[in-house]
């Protein structure tokens, strides 16, 4: 329900535009965003936007990553610059609705590697 995509290798410096388009099975999505998980690590939060346009950003990517979404608020982008080699991970899409409590949604995951 989640479909990402856009990742790949990149040397360190480089840039990446990550992407996560929600099918329409998915309404009245509040919160869209990414999540990374690098090998023996814990999931991390790396940005958030919800349906205001409100952003949320991991201090360790503030000022070099961008979060975007679209008008219809069912994709949302992730600008990728001066990445690191610390990036490395997969990035998960994620997304958030307001049924009868909160429904989670994940998507499958992008593989980002950034080369030293």
């Known amino acids: 329900q989640l479909q990402a995509s856009g990742g790949g290798l990149v040397q360190a410096g480089g840039s990446l535009k990550l992407s996560c388009a929600a099918s329409g099975s998915i309404r009245s999505i509040s919160s869209m965003g990414w999540y990374r998980q690098a090998p023996g690590k814990e999931r991390q939060l790396v940005a958030l936007i919800d349906d205001r346009g409100a952003t949320r950003y991991a201090d360790s990517v503030k000022g070099r990553f961008t979060i975007s979404r679209d008008n219809a608020k069912t994709t949302v982008y992730l600008q990728m610059y001066s990445l690191k080699p610390e990036d490395t991970a997969v990035y998960l899409c994620?997304?958030?609705?307001?049924?009868?409590?909160?429904?989670?949604?994940w998507g499958q995951g992008t593989q980002v590697t950034v080369s030293s």
């Open positions: 994620y997304a958030d609705r307001m049924a009868v409590g909160w429904v989670y949604y």
